[in-house]
Antibody, heavy 119, light 111 residues
Framework: QVQLVQSGAEVKKPGASVKVSCKVS????????MHWVRQAPGKGLEWMGG????????IYAQKIQGRVIMTADTSTDTAYMELRSLGSQDTAVYYC????????????WGQGTLVTVSS | QPVLTQSSSASASLGSSVKLTCTLS???????IAWHQQQPGKAPRYLMK???????NKGSGVPDRFSGSSSGADYYLTISNFQSEDEADYYC?????????FGGGTKLTVL
């Protein structure tokens, strides 16, 4: 059984960066694809990007490409998502999520991390 | 890229059966989709994987009253014997080689 535990809520000023972590247990990170999905207040789910451990590639959503970096520390089984040049539109709950393969449904979700961007 | 379309809202009486629809954009044939439930204030929860053939596989612990089916571009989530704890937002998800997309979600409420 995979468990994903994320870091705590963050408050950032416009223009700053935020880095959210996602600790994996039950499996090793090298075995799992890792997606990041966000949800603005009162809105739906938006895929930000994902890492495929089979080919080592990370694909980012076009809308956010250039501002986001997804990385991983395999020694601690922790994935990270860093988002730069924050604006008010980035206020959202950020989820890490994984599944049985990159081209498979997401079937495990982290608990979410609220990032608030406010001056 | 594929696009998934869902009705924004639906309602059902307790104990009744309700069917939610997720429609896949034209030109995208027999994709696999997934259904997720998001109760208020909680993270999404995976419900099932649903193939274009109508075959589905549910996640661990998903009650028997949840089932899936499909017809053409339409993928369905049926909840039988609707319970108060089923009041939630429901999202469908699919993917291709370049992206992953979610439907806009259906807010399901008790009548």
């Amino acid at each position: 059984q995979v468990q994903l535990v994320q870091s705590g809520a963050e408050v950032k000023k416009p223009g700053a960066s935020v880095k959210v972590s996602c600790k994996v247990s039950g499996y090793t990170l090298t075995e799992l694809p890792m997606h990041w999905v966000r949800q603005a207040p009162g809105k739906g789910l938006e895929w930000m990007g994902g890492f495929d451990p089979v080919d080592g590639e990370t694909i980012y959503a076009q809308k956010i490409q250039g501002r986001v970096i997804m990385t991983a520390d395999t020694s601690t089984d922790t994935a990270y998502m860093e988002l730069r040049s924050l604006g008010s539109q980035d206020t959202a709950v950020y989820y890490c999520a994984t599944g049985r393969g990159y081209f498979a449904p997401i079937d495990y979700w982290g608990q979410g991390t609220l990032v608030t961007v406010s001056s | 890229q594929p696009v998934l379309t869902q009705s924004s809202s639906a309602s059902a009486s307790l104990g009744s059966s309700v069917k939610l629809t997720c429609t896949l954009s034209s030109g995208h044939i027999r994709y696999i989709i997934a259904w997720h439930q998001q109760q208020p204030g909680k993270a999404p929860r995976y419900l099932m994987k649903l193939e274009g053939s109508g075959s589905y596989n549910k996640g661990s612990g998903v009650p028997d009253r949840f089932s899936g089916s499909s017809s053409g571009a339409d993928y369905y989530l049926t909840i039988s014997n609707f319970q108060s704890e089923d009041e939630a937002d429901y999202y469908c998800e699919t993917w291709d080689s370049n992206t992953r997309v979610f439907g806009g979600g259906t807010k399901l409420t008790v009548l």
